[in-house]
Every structure is written in structure tokens, then in C-alpha cells.
């Protein structure tokens, strides 16, 4: 055999390897997926991980605004009380918010409640999340989230790869870490 017939016969055997594990995808349960080209699994978290691991978040949030933003506005004498769509305490925990989910996503690939419970966005070809896919997902994603109602969350539990409306949109996923 030459070096020619040598190569080719690798690179068949690395497409009948792929297809296997391409047909392999087929018939793991919907929580598991194998990635372009790489035989590791992702374990997708489901609607009740990610719904508990929000709740940490809102938590953590809401603490952030009463420990840094209240004292703030307190100082400057601006009203907390005030209930309107731009109001300046509306404005600014709106502001913590986004700034917190684009932050902790963009720079720990999770936010402190997916990290207690062991939950990381991931991309669905496995690449790395970019700028422009976690402002997307994060703040764009749950803004119109937030417009329906947190409705579309819902998705989640009936999506095959547990995907959020803003995670389709942003081919980003949760799945648990190995």
C-alpha cells in the first residue's frame, strides 16, 4: 500500500466513525446529544433545575440592588417608592439585571444560581459563546421573554434539547457539568 491509499483508508474510517456516532445520536434519550465531531455527551438541564437555579439568581439580584442601588438612591434622595415604567429605581434594577446575566454568562459560562446547582450555557456546536450570542440570549432573549409573561419559558420542558425561546434563537443551551 502507498502513502495515498493509506491516507484514504483513514479518512474513511474516520467518516464511517462519525456516521456511527451520528446514528448513535438517534437513539440516546433526548437529554443527550453527541456534538459535531467529539464523542463526549451533553446532559441537558430541564425545566425545574433551571427554574430553581433562577430563583437563586432573582435572589442574588435583589440583593445586589438592596445592598449597592437602595444606599445609592437613598444618598442621593431619589425615591424608591416610585412606580413607573422609567422611573429611576425601574431603570436601575433593570440595569442590574441584564448587566448580571450578560456578565456572569459571558465570563463564568454561568451565573451563581446555575453554578449551585451545577449548570452551564453552553453553545449547541460546541463552540465558545461570543459577545454577540450571550448580549442576544441574555439580554435581548429575556427581554422578550419578559414580554410574554415569562410564558416562553416554558419551552424548556417540552424542547428535545431543553432550549429556551432565547436559547433557539442563540443556538446556546443549559446542560450539566461532567
Known amino acids: 500500500m502507498n502513502v495515498n491509499d493509506q491516507e484514504e483508508m483513514k479518512e474513511k474510517d474516520a467518516e464511517l466513525h ?3 456516532n451520528v446514528n448513535e445520536t438517534e437513539e440516546l434519550p433526548s437529554e443527550h446529544i453527541i456534538v459535531q465531531n467529539q464523542t463526549s455527551t451533553i446532559r441537558f438541564a430541564g425545566f425545574w433545575m433551571r427554574f430553581w437555579a433562577y430563583l437563586i439568581d432573582i435572589i442574588v439580584i435583589g440583593s445586589i440592588d438592596r445592598i449597592i442601588i437602595n444606599p445609592i438612591f437613598r444618598a442621593l434622595d431619589i425615591s424608591l417608592h416610585e412606580i413607573a415604567p422609567i422611573a429611576p429605581i425601574t431603570v436601575a434594577t433593570a440595569i442590574t439585571f441584564y448587566l448580571y446575566f450578560v456578565l456572569m454568562t459571558k465570563y463564568f459560562g454561568q451565573t451563581i444560581g446555575k453554578m449551585v446547582f451545577g449548570l452551564r ?11 454577540s450570542t450571550v448580549i442576544f440570549r441574555e439580554w435581548i432573549g429575556r427581554f422578550i421573554s419578559g414580554a410574554f409573561f415569562m410564558l416562553v419559558y416554558i419551552v424548556v420542558a417540552f424542547h428535545p434539547k431543553k432550549q429556551g425561546v432565547h436559547d433557539i434563537f442563540a443556538d446556546t443551551t443549559v446542560a450539566h457539568e461532567k
Open 18 to 20: 462519525l456516521k456511527k
Open 121 to 131: 450555557v453552553v453553545d449547541v456546536n460546541g463552540g465558545k459563546l461570543s459577545w
